[in-house]
């Protein structure tokens, strides 16, 4: 597995561990008022196991972190704020999205579902 397809896998897992965890029913609350937000989904400054994970709207943001090399850890609010000028570059960096029920997925297509077993088994291959 070349370095890009390892950091993709770990951004996969890490958006997987954050739909299983009740962060997601939070996002879905939150859409339900406030429309469908912009999601960003990179690396935390300082950690190199650390996925965190932006959800954002034009007057608030939440900030969550997903510890990939802790899989025992779970999904942890990092933040939130007002403004969009509040975040930094990277966490601006709008590349994912949110599906009914505030599940997020990476890129800018919502991909068919397919379970963590079935996407390690296709990046081992």
Avoid: C, K
């Avoid at 650390?50 to 034009?58: D, G, H």
């Amino acid at each position: 597995m070349s370095l890009d397809e390892s950091w993709r896998f770990r951004l996969e897992d890490a958006v997987d561990r954050f739909n299983e965890s009740g962060s997601s029913r939070t996002v879905a609350g939150l859409m339900r008022t406030l429309g469908r937000p912009r999601v960003s989904i990179g690396a935390a400054a300082g950690s190199h196991d650390e996925v965190r994970i932006t959800v954002a709207w034009e007057l608030s943001w939440y900030q969550w972190g997903v510890d990939t090399g802790d899989q025992s850890r779970p999904v942890f609010e990092l933040g939130q704020g007002g403004e969009l000028t509040e975040l930094d570059g990277s966490a601006r960096v709008w590349n994912g999205g949110v599906a009914e029920g505030g599940r997020l997925y990476l890129g800018s297509v919502e991909p068919v579902p397919m379970t963590r077993a079935e996407r390690l088994r296709r990046a081992l291959t």
